[in-house]
């Protein structure tokens, strides 16, 4: 595929991309609440046992908010489940009345905040995150969060500080790493994003939206050859061809009418939480 290659086009539209590729504190399963970066961790044997299916997980946890909607960990369990199966709004709703009926509590407070910025509310999403730990104690995930919530908004410098403090605790951390890429991507210093993304990217802990990234910012410098080896690399051929297809469908942007409403591609992105 012939390909001609305009950065400040492309990035123009792959800053949309990174709003679903950064990741948002999100998880791929209700199982791994703590695998990806910005998750808060498991706050109770109860929420650790939650179905896999985050289908199901919506039943179960919504049957024991409703017996008790003012119990945190029913809440809790219902929120993350609702956000796990794409109901976004939803779980911001009842997280938000389960910070009220909660006050105080941080877990509570985080998953809100969380929430939050999965529908986009990103101001709002870093103040409630502030509320959820604090300076003298700070979660190097909700550290993560904040970050992907300023570069959101447009303040990367803020965000990258964010990013290092998240680093200084949790040392090399691909998640941290990758959203760290990313915000170097939207500020358009693509040779520090594609170092940043390869240095996550050698971690035997790094996910596949990191190796999605890098293959992005690798395509973005022109190098589409290069990038195309990087997603697919030791994949199974279904899901070599799913990441291919969605590099070409970033970077053939650049080929489209200046006018032409754009959408934002999510093959092979993990779905947040």
Not at 65 to 83: H, V
Not at 109 to 136: C, E, I, M, T, W
């Amino acid at each position: 595929m012939r390909q001609r290659f305009s950065p400040a086009r492309l990035l123009a539209s792959a800053s949309l991309v990174a709003m679903v590729a950064i990741s948002l504190g999100g998880c791929t399963a209700m199982s791994k609440l703590s695998e990806v970066t910005g998750s808060v961790g498991s706050t109770g044997s109860r929420a650790e046992a939650a179905p896999g299916d985050p289908a199901r997980a919506v039943e179960v946890y919504g049957e024991r908010y409703r017996a008790n909607p003012k119990d945190a960990e029913a809440a809790l369990g219902y929120g993350q489940a609702l956000r796990a199966n794409g109901q976004r709004a939803q779980a911001a709703a009842v997280l938000e009345q389960a910070t009220i009926a909660n006050p105080g509590n941080k877990a509570l407070l985080a998953q809100y905040g969380r929430a939050l910025a999965d529908n986009g509310n990103f101001q709002q999403a870093f103040d409630v995150l502030s509320k959820a730990h604090s300076p003298d104690n700070p979660d190097w995930r909700l550290l993560s969060v904040q970050g992907t919530a300023l570069d959101q908004m447009g303040r990367h410098e803020e965000a990258r500080s964010y990013y290092a403090s998240a680093l200084k605790i949790a040392p090399g951390d691909p998640g941290v790493l990758s959203n760290l890429g990313l915000s170097y991507m939207l500020s358009r210093d693509l040779p520090k994003a594609e170092e940043t993304l390869r240095q996550a990217y050698a971690s035997p802990r790094a996910s596949s939206r990191v190796r999605q990234n890098l293959g992005l910012v690798v395509g973005l410098q022109g190098r589409f050859a290069e990038a195309e080896t990087i997603v697919k690399a030791d994949l199974p051929p279904d899901q070599a061809a799913a990441n291919v297809a969605y590099l070409k469908d970033m970077l053939s942007r650049s080929e489209g009418p200046r006018g032409a409403p754009k959408r934002t591609p999510v093959a092979s992105l993990s779905q947040p939480d």
